[in-house]
Every structure is written in structure tokens, then in C-alpha cells.
């Protein structure tokens, strides 16, 4: 945006980049406000007023007017499986956001008319039946009506899947096929299978089913891969740590990512782990990558931190909080020769767990290792998840030097865990609050795209107020935290975790230029609104990587989706709606009066004899069949 009053004058000082008239928060305690920002080759070089950054602009120097908004550091996801995510994103048709079944399922039914035959229509993530207004899963029965002959998977949490006749068929399901271990096929009164999966409690059979699915060719996950990082960086994300996963291979699965960044085609900063795939091969697999690389190798847009989630399959631990905690049988020495593996080599990991039983038996084998010496030898590590972890835990991590990332999967399975454990439980789940007290670093992310929504403003919003998607109030104010210290978890700690808190997660001289300017100001926007936040200009390492609204066009142009009939392609990734301009919880207000305000009325013609004593059941010919 062409901005009067500035002259070209700066020679050698010359700025790339600079964003002036902004509401900079900079994390920095040193300086926390400022006005504007400079950017050459990458780093920042002026943080200040408008007035700083004039002396700045050169001939070449790319001027953005912020026109007042609020600026940020970019925000680090620090738990995202953002590589995974990229290999099938527009494979995938996202209900990220939207607020009814009915609209999801008008979505499914166009999307099954343009995909051609042998290919599946896929709803992966990112989603919560307590999201819709209808407050519930699609049967197979709409399912088989949306789609009649095109394959439909849709992914449910960490619970479930439905599948329609087509996809039951290009599965192989059949009343022959028997349960795998740890799931559970539902099958109707004649034996058959009826299109739903059930992780009972393990997720396999849902990710197995799914990786039945085609895949991209070549060039087309490249594609794919950069039209994820670029919807990433509609949100202000500018760095994200891989947490690897299930079904994805090192190094195969990684060189689509390896092959952008040679290409200097990443408009996110990955830090990427390594998980092993193969229970009792463990061991093997992570000898092997510790001859081929080691931690930190790469630079400031690709580079590996470590191994994990898991690093052995028998000491993972399921969430599916719809199931019973899982038993599991002795798993230590194996566990311990893979640390003591790590420890001897200077790897760092970090490690799946949701219970609090899995992570005492992790740190006594972490304990043993420290009375030795070994532990943790200067390593980085850390716990994902850990929602019912103890204090005297959290203790024993903060006496090992340990960290914690934090997820908002209970935005997602919050109902879920409140029915098995109770409120009381799940005020604590995790305990954030206690984890801060104690010093340890806190990492926060999204765990998406499988289960929770990659929109790391859903995530914020959990990490404030404690509430679900379906507005549940699941941690109450002792458990929460400040919007500061949201956004700090959301940047610093998340450089911490990848050992680059010196170069990134605050705007400072020296530090790398990643920065988002906001549509909104997340520190004055009333809170049912925070997750409706986007970035209108998000720029990595002095590059826009992403404009919009009056910044329209200074981004990099991207090649167009491919294929063709991609459901990114029309509808795009996450379904975002305006604010409400009314705060939610007024809204709710009104609501529950309108409500009874239509009971009380329906109750006064009953009792005139004007309409039936008992209310009539709910229809919607919409969904009849």
C-alpha cells in the first residue's frame, strides 16, 4: 500500500520490508509496544515508531500501512501434524467450523457429484458433533442418500468413523471381516456391517481404514503441501513442530517438505520428529536415524528436533476418552533402551501421554537413567498432551528438566471426558495453571488436523475461557489463563521447545521477521470472538506469505489446486464465520429466554385447551429418508 510522507532515503540501511501505524505487541518485556517494524534479509532491525523506521525505506523497500491494527509475533503451533496434513489436504473436505450437520451434509452431497470414480469423499478432522446445532454424527443412512456410489469416510475425534456402502466396499469390509485388535466393526442383526467403526479404544482401525484411501502423485502433494502452509498462514502461523505420527514414514513421507525447502518454496518454518512405525522395530529404526542425522540439522525453515511422539508402540497411551483408560502391560526395558538410545546420542524427543498412570512409569525409567548420569544429558524433552497428569508429576518433570506441550483436544472430546471422569477432573485437564507455577515451559498447540481444528484461534480461545466448541464450560477460572500468557504459549514457549528462543517468538532486533497483523485486536475483542480471529497479513522471514482484505495481491502467487475436483478447490479449508458482534454469552442469554419464553407459551395454549398436553416430537423433512 503506497504510503505518503515516507521519502526513499536509506542507502546501506535500507529495510526490505517495513510495517508502520500498528498496534505492535512484541512479547519483548524489554521493549512490549511499538508502532512499526523493519525487516531486511530476513531479520528484524528496527523495532519502534514510525519515526524510527523512516530513516529505513529505500528505493526498494516494501511499505505496509497496518491502518491501527493489532500486530503479533507469528504464532508456533507446537504440536501439528502439519506434514501428514500437507500430503492430503486437498484430498479432504473440511468441516472446520461449520455450525450445522445439515450444511455439512449439503457439502458432502456436492462434493460426491464432482468426484470422479475411485476416488473417496473424505471428512478427516477438525470437527465435533458438539460443534453442530443438530448436536450429533451423520448415520450411514444420510451418508448412503449424499453419496450413493462415491466412497465416504468421515472421521469422528478419536472415537469413530462412518463410512457409506461405497466405502464399506472399497475397505473390504464384509461380515467375514474380523475386528482388528483394539476396534471394533459394528455390524447390524444380519451380520453385515452397518458403517460404523469404533476405536474400542485404539484409533488403528480408523487410520487404517482411512490409509485404504488413494493418495496424491508426486507434484500434486507439493501442491497440496503449499496450499496447507498457505491456509496455515491465514491464521498468523509462521512456525509449527511436527509431532510426526502414525503412517508417516521417515524418510519418505518427509520429502515433499525436503524438496520445498530446497526449492525455497515453505512459507512455514517446520521443526520435524521422527516416530517409529513398527511395533518391535523400534529400536532398529532409531539406531538408523541416529546414523543418518542428527538434531538440528538443517536451518531456520526445515531442520529436525528429535524423535517422537511415541518411541515405542507398547508405552502409547489412547485418547479416546469414550473408552476406558487402556491397561497396559510391562513395556519399561524396551522403553528404556529407546532413551537410553536417545540419550547416548544427543536426541532429544518428546513423548505421547494423555494419563497420568502412563507418565509415572515414564519418569521412573527417565529417574533410573538420571541416577546413572545419563538423563537428560543436556537433551530437550518434553510430554504432549498429559490432561490428567498430577502434581507430584509434574514435580518430578520439572526436577528432570523436562517441558510440556498442551493441546486443545478437549475442545474437541471436552462432553466426552466430562461423562467418564466427571467435572471435577476435568477442571483439571490438563492442569495448565499448575504446570506455569512450577516454571516448566508450556508449549501450546492444536494437535490437528485428525481430531481438532488446525486454527490455532479455537486453541486460544480454549486456553482463555475453558470452554468446548459446543460452548461447554470444562476448566473453570483457577485453570485458565490470561490472553498474554495464551499468546505467549503460543509463540515463545514454542521456540523454546525447538531451542530457538534466541532467534524467533518475540519482534526484536536480531530476531527472525515473523509477524501477523490481525483482523481483529485479540487483546480488546470480546471472547466468544477470539476464534473467529485471522491474520490479513502474515509475513515469514520478511516474505508475505499471505494478504488480504486492502493487503489483497503482495503475497506469493501459488499454483492452482490440483486436482481439479479438489473440495479445497471449492470449498477451501476451514469454513470461517463473521463474529457474532454479539458476545456468546448474551447471545446464549437470549436464546434460553426466547426458548422458554416458547415453552411458557405453548404451556398457557395447553392449558386453554388450544394445542396437545404434550409437546409434538421434532421433525425436519430434511433428513428423512
Excluded at 460443534?131 to 450411514?140: D, G, K, M, S, V
Aim: charged residues 20%; aromatic residues 8%; negative net charge.
Amino acid at each position: 500500500m503506497p504510503v505518503g510522507g515516507l521519502v526513499p532515503r536509506a542507502t546501506d540501511n535500507a529495510a526490505d520490508l517495513v510495517v508502520r501505524n500498528a498496534k505492535v505487541h512484541t512479547g519483548d518485556t524489554v521493549r512490549p509496544q511499538a508502532e512499526a517494524i523493519a525487516i531486511r534479509d530476513g531479520v528484524i532491525t528496527v523495532v519502534g515508531g514510525d519515526n524510527d523506521v523512516a530513516s529505513h525505506v529505500g528505493p526498494g523497500t516494501k511499505v505496509v500501512d497496518a491502518l491501527g491494527r493489532r500486530m503479533v509475533p507469528g504464532l508456533n503451533d507446537a504440536h501439528l501434524h502439519v506434514i501428514r496434513g500437507g500430503l492430503n489436504y486437498v484430498l479432504e473436505l473440511r468441516w472446520d467450523g461449520v455450525p450445522t450437520l445439515r450444511q455439512g451434509l449439503a457439502m458432502l452431497r456436492e462434493q460426491a457429484a464432482r468426484t470422479p470414480k475411485g476416488q473417496w469423499v473424505r471428512v478427516v478432522g477438525g470437527w465435533s458433533a458438539e460443534q453442530f446445532a443438530e448436536r450429533r454424527l451423520p448415520t450411514a443412512a444420510e451418508l448412503n442418500a449424499a453419496a450413493p456410489d462415491t466412497p465416504v469416510f468421515v472421521l469422528h475425534l478419536y472415537q469413530s468413523a462412518v463410512l457409506n456402502r461405497a466405502a464399506l466396499k472399497a475397505a473390504g469390509f464384509t461380515r467375514d471381516t474380523p475386528d482388528p485388535r483394539g476396534g471394533q466393526i459394528v455390524r447390524g442383526r444380519d451380520g453385515e456391517p452397518t458403517g460404523m467403526l469404533l476405536a474400542a479404544p485404539s484409533a488403528l482401525i480408523l487410520y487404517s481404514t482411512l490409509a485404504k484411501a488413494p493418495v496424491l502423485g508426486g507434484e500434486d502433494k507439493k501442491t497440496s503441501t503449499r496450499h496447507f502452509l498457505r491456509e496455515l498462514n491465514r491464521f498468523g502461523l509462521t512456525s509449527a513442530i511436527d509431532a510426526a505420527g502414525g503412517f508417516q514414514n521417515f524418510p519418505d513421507n518427509y520429502s515433499t517438505v525436503v524438496e520445498l525447502a530446497k526449492a525455497g518454496q515453505l512459507s512455514l518454518r517446520i521443526a520435524y520428529h521422527l516416530f517409529p512405525q513398527t511395533a518391535g522395530q523400534e529400536i532398529d529404526d532409531l539406531t538408523r536415524w541416529i546414523e543418518m542425522a542428527r538434531p538440528e540439522d538443517g536451518d531456520e525453515w526445515l531442520r529436525l528436533n528429535g524423535a517422537g511422539e511415541n518411541l515405542t508402540w507398547a508405552a502409547a497411551d489412547f485418547e479416546n476418552f469414550a473408552q476406558p483408560r487402556p491397561e497396559h502391560a510391562d513395556y519399561e526395558a524396551e522403553f528404556e533402551k529407546a532413551v537410553r538410545l536417545l540419550m547416548e546420542n544427543g536426541w532429544g524427543f518428546r513423548l505421547h501421554a494423555t494419563y497420568d498412570e502412563t507418565i509415572r512409569r515414564d519418569l521412573a525409567v527417565f529417574e533410573k537413567l538420571a541416577a546413572e548420569g545419563l538423563f537428560p544429558a543436556g537433551n530437550r524433552w518434553l510430554f504432549d498432551h498429559a490432561e490428567t497428569v498430577s502434581a507430584d508429576s509434574l514435580d518430578r518433570i520439572a526436577a528432570l528438566g523436562g517441558a510440556m506441550s498442551v493441546q486443545n483436544r478437549l475442545s474437541f472430546q471436552g462432553e466426552a471426558f466430562v461423562r467418564r471422569y466427571g467435572p471435577g477432573a476435568a477442571a483439571d485437564a490438563p492442569p495448565i495453571r499448575a504446570m506455569l507455577e512450577r516454571g516448566l515451559t508450556v508449549g501450546a498447540g492444536t494437535d490437528a488436523t485428525r481430531v481438532s481444528t488446525y486454527n490455532p484461534w479455537v486453541a486460544l480461545h480454549w486456553l482463555i475461557t475453558g470452554r468446548t466448541v459446543g460452548d461447554l464450560v470444562v476448566r473453570p477460572p483457577h485453570n485458565r489463563v490470561d490472553r498474554r500468557t495464551a499468546l505467549a504459549m503460543f509463540t515463545e514457549a514454542g521456540a523454546a521447545l525447538t531451542g530457538e528462543q534466541g532467534v524467533k517468538g518475540v519482534l526484536r532486533p536480531g530476531f527472525l521477521g515473523d509477524l501477523a497483523v490481525l483482523s481483529e485486536d485479540y487483546f480488546t475483542v470480546p471472547e466468544p470472538d477470539i476464534p473467529h480471529i485471522e491474520s490479513l497479513l502474515t509475513v515469514v522471514g520478511g516474505r508475505i506469505v499471505h494478504a488480504t482484505a486492502e493487503y489483497e495481491g503482495l503475497d506469493e502467487e501459488l499454483p492452482p489446486v490440483s486436482p481439479e475436483w479438489s473440495p479445497v478447490a471449492h470449498f477451501g479449508g476451514y469454513q470461517g464465520t463473521p463474529d457474532t458482534g454479539l458476545s456468546g454469552t448474551r447471545q446464549a442469554e437470549l436464546l434460553g429466554q426466547a426458548v422458554a419464553e416458547s415453552e411458557q407459551h405453548r404451556q398457557w395454549r395447553a392449558r386453554r385447551g388450544l394445542t396437545p398436553e404434550t409437546a409434538s416430537a421434532f421433525f425436519d423433512p430434511c433428513f428423512s429418508l
